[in-house]
C-alpha cells in the first residue's frame, strides 16, 4: 500500500516523518498525472500546489478551519487529501467534480470557481467566526496571483485591513501564471520578487553553508529558515507591498519545500490576525511536458499520453469555434485598424492570440477584471476605436452591470464575443454559459446574435463590428464549430428560413447550433404529417418583424435555444407577439433555471429533455390537442382527412 492511500482524511498527515512527506508529494504527483491523463481536467496547477495543499492541511485542521481555494481547479491535491481518491470518472456524471463541491466534502467550502473572489468569502467567514465567539477557527484562503489581479481582491483586501482581530490566513499562490503569464503591475512586481538574486542567492547560499554541517546543520537551517522569511522579505522590500495594508507579511518562501512551507503556515497561525503567505511555485512542477508547454503549461488538458504528454484519442470533426473567431478577427482587424481587442488573462482561450500576434498594440490583456474590461471598452468606444471584448460566456455575469450602465446607457460601440455559450459540460454549475441571453437582453438596444455554424459566425461578427451605436454579443458553444447548413431562403430583415413546409403547422425558431436539432425535430414531424418551417433569426435579440408575420401564418410555434427558459429568447419573441396581437401558442424549449452538475454536453441536453425524439413527441401532442399549449385549430375548410400518428 502506498503512503497515499493510506490517507483518508487530513489527519492522516500528522503521524507521517519528513522523509515520508516528500514521499507522499511525489506519489500525489505520479497519480495526478496517471489519473488526470486518462479523464482530462486542470494538471498543471494541481502540480504546482502538492507541498503547499500538504502543509495547509497538516497545520490547519479542515472542516473546523474552513479552506477556501481561488480558484477551485487547483483543489485536486486537496481532494486527495480529504479522502476522495477516485479519480477514474472526474468531471464525469456521477464522478468527482473538477472543482470544490459541498455535496462531496465537508471539507469543501465555496464551489463557485470564479477568480478573485475567495478573499471576500474568507472575509465573511473569518467575521462570522469572530462574531459568533468561535475564536479557535480559522480561514485559510489559497489565492493564486492571478487572482491579484481582479479588482474583488483588493476590496476584500480593504475590508481585511479595516478589522484585524480575526484568524484569517492568505496563501498568494505565486507561480506568475494564471492561464498564461500574469500581467499588470502587480505581476511585474511580484516577478522581480520571485527572480531577485538577493533572494535568490542568499536562499541556494545559506542552504550550501549550512549543508557543510551534516544532517545537524540542516536540521539547524530548516529551523531558521522560518525566522529567514522576514529578513528576505525586508531585503526583496516586498514586505512594503502589503505595509500599508496592515496585514503581517510572511514570505517569500519556496512553495515547493515542504518544511519551509509548514513553518510558514505555523507562524501565520500563531499571529492570531490577518495573515499573508507568499509562497513562489511552479506550475505543472514534476512533470516536464507541463513545464515545457509554453501556452499554460498544461492548465487544462484533455486525455494526454502520460509520457509524452501528447493528446490522445480521435482527431477532431473540424475546426473549433474559438479557432473561427481566432482568425477571422485577425483578418477583420488587418482591414479595420478601429478595432482593439480585450481579454480578461485569457489570451489563447479565447482566440485573440492570434490578433496578438500580428498586432501586438491593439490587444488588452487586462487580467482577471471583466468589470474593468467593460468599462474600458467603453471608454476606448468613447474615444473613436471599437473593442471587442472576448470572455467565456460565465463570465460576462460578472460584469452586467458595466455592460448595461457603461456600455448600453452611453450607446457605446462595444462587440462582445462569448466563447463557450451554453451547456459546457465536464466544468459543472459555475462555468456552464447559460444565462448570457437572458440576462444580457434586457440591456436596451443591444443586438444579440447567435450564429449556427462557422459561416455564420464569420458573417455575424462582421455585422457586429459595423455597429457603432448599441452594444452587439456574439456568442457560440464549447467544441467543433457546427457542419455548414445552408439556407433555403433569406428574408429582408435577416432571418435565415432552413426549411419549408406545404402545411403551416409548426414554426421552429432556432438559436445558434440548435439549428441542426430543429431540422431533425421538422423532419420527426413530417413522418407525422405535421408541416414544420424552421428558422435562423442569425440576430435572436431584437426580434424581427419577419418572425412575427411567420407566427402569424402558422398554428403553434416552438423555440429552441441553449440558454435558460426563464427570461430567454422564447419569452422574448412570446412578448412581441402579444404586443403585436398574434395569440398563436408559443413553447420555449430550453435550459430549467437549476444549476446544472457536470456531465457530458449530450446527457445534459437529454436531462433537460432538449433531444430531436423527446420535443418531436411533445409538438405532436400539442398538435393534435392532446398537451398544452394546444395549436391553433385547422381553418374550417382544411382537409379534415389529414389524421396524425401522435405515436
Known amino acids: 500500500m502506498t503512503l497515499l492511500e493510506r490517507i483518508h ?6 503521524a507521517l516523518t519528513a522523509e515520508q512527506l516528500v514521499q507522499l508529494a511525489a506519489e500525489v504527483r505520479h497519480f495526478l498525472i496517471a489519473e488526470v491523463s486518462k479523464t482530462g481536467g486542470h494538471l498543471g496547477p494541481n502540480l504546482g500546489v502538492v507541498e503547499l495543499t500538504i502543509a495547509i492541511h497538516r497545520v490547519f485542521h479542515s472542516p473546523h478551519d474552513a479552506i477556501v481555494f481561488d480558484t477551485g481547479h487547483q483543489s485536486y491535491v486537496h481532494k486527495l487529501l480529504t479522502g476522495r481518491q477516485d479519480f477514474s470518472r472526474l468531471r464525469e456524471k456521477g464522478g468527482l467534480a473538477g472543482y470544490p463541491q459541498r455535496s462531496e466534502s465537508e471539507h469543501d467550502v465555496v464551489e463557485s470557481s470564479h477568480a478573485s473572489s475567495s478573499l471576500s468569502w474568507a472575509d465573511g467567514i473569518s467575521r462570522a467566526f469572530t462574531m459568533t465567539g468561535q475564536a479557535d477557527r480559522h480561514v485559510v484562503a489559497v ?18 485591513s479595516d478589522d484585524n482581530d480575526r484568524n484569517l490566513v492568505i496563501v498568494v499562490n505565486d507561480n506568475g501564471r494564471s492561464y498564461a503569464p500574469t500581467i499588470g503591475g502587480m505581476a511585474r512586481y511580484l516577478n522581480s520578487v520571485r527572480t531577485k538574486a538577493g533572494y535568490r542567492d542568499l536562499h541556494h547560499s545559506s542552504e550550501r553553508l549550512f549543508g557543510h554541517f551534516g544532517a545537524a546543520g540542516r536540521a539547524i537551517y530548516r529551523g531558521a529558515r522560518g525566522g529567514m522569511h522576514g ?40 499571529y492570531h490576525g490577518p495573515v499573508i503567505v507568499h509562497a513562489i511555485t511552479e506550475k505543472g512542477r514534476g512533470y516536464e511536458p507541463a513545464r515545457n508547454d509554453e501556452a499554460d503549461q498544461f492548465h487544462a488538458v484533455g486525455q494526454i499520453d502520460p509520457e509524452t504528454g501528447e493528446p490522445i484519442g480521435g482527431a477532431s470533426s473540424g475546426p473549433s469555434w474559438t479557432s473561427v473567431f481566432s482568425d477571422e478577427i485577425a483578418k477583420l482587424a488587418a482591414s479595420n485598424d478601429r478595432i482593439v481587442g480585450i481579454t480578461a488573462a485569457m489570451l489563447r482561450p479565447t482566440g485573440l492570440h492570434a490578433m496578438a500576434e500580428r ?32 470572455l467565456y460566456a460565465t463570465f460576462i455575469n460578472r460584469a452586467f452591470d458595466q455592460v448595461l450602465m457603461d456600455v448600453g446607457l452611453h450607446k457605446a460601440g462595444v462587440t462582445f464575443v462569448l466563447d463557450r455559450a451554453g451547456v459546457t459540460g465536464p ?19 443591444i443586438r444579440l446574435a447567435a450564429p449556427r455554424d462557422a459561416e455564420r459566425l464569420r458573417e455575424e461578427l462582421a455585422e457586429a463590428i459595423a455597429v457603432d451605436d448599441a452594444p452587439t454579443v456574439v456568442r457560440f458553444p464549447k467544441g467543433p464549430a457546427s457542419a455548414t447548413i445552408d439556407a433555403v431562403g433569406r428574408l429582408a430583415d435577416g432571418v435565415d428560413v432552413l426549411r419549408h413546409a406545404p402545411q403551416k403547422d409548426v414554426l421552429i425558431v432556432t438559436v445558434g447550433p440548435f439549428a441542426a436539432m430543429g431540422l431533425e425535430v421538422a423532419e420527426r414531424l413530417a413522418a407525422q404529417g405535421i408541416g414544420a418551417t424552421v428558422v435562423d433569426p442569425r440576430w435572436v435579440v431584437p426580434v424581427a418583424k419577419s418572425l412575427i408575420d411567420l407566427a402569424a401564418e402558422h398554428r403553434l410555434v416552438v423555440t429552441l435555444e441553449d440558454g435558460i427558459r426563464v427570461g430567454g429568447v422564447g419569452t422574448r419573441i412570446r412578448q412581441d407577439l402579444r404586443a403585436a396581437g398574434v395569440d398563436t401558442a408559443l413553447t420555449e424549449l430550453g435550459l430549467p433555471d437549476e444549476f446544472l452538475d457536470h456531465a457530458s454536453r449530450s446527457e445534459i441536453l437529454e436531462r433537460a429533455g432538449l433531444t430531436p425524439q423527446h420535443i418531436a413527441r411533445d409538438i405532436v401532442a400539442q398538435v393534435i390537442g392532446s398537451k398544452i399549449p394546444h395549436a391553433r385549430p385547422l381553418p374550417d375548410d382544411a382537409d379534415s382527412s389529414r389524421q396524425l400518428d401522435s405515436h
Open 9 to 14: 482524511g487530513p489527519r492522516d498527515l500528522d
Open 143 to 160: 489565492v493564486g496571483d492571478g487572482a491579484l489581479t481582479g479588482g474583488m481582491t483588493w476590496e476584500a483586501l480593504n475590508n481585511i
Open 231 to 270: 529578513f528576505l522579505a525586508r531585503l526583496t522590500n516586498n514586505e512594503a507591498l502589503y505595509s500599508n495594508l496592515e496585514i503581517k507579511y510572511i514570505g517569500p518562501v519556496d512553495g515547493h519545500d515542504l518544511a519551509a512551507v509548514e513553518e510558514a503556515m505555523h507562524q501565520a497561525k500563531e
Open 359 to 390: 498586432f501586438p498594440n491593439r490587444v488588452l490583456d487586462v487580467g482577471i477584471a471583466e468589470q474593468h474590461a467593460v468599462t474600458s471598452a467603453a471608454g476606448l468606444a468613447f474615444g473613436g476605436l471599437h473593442p471587442v471584448v472576448a
Open 427 to 445: 466544468d459543472g454549475p459555475s462555468h456552464h454559459g447559460m444565462w448570457d441571453l437572458a440576462i444580457l437582453q434586457v440591456v436596451p438596444h
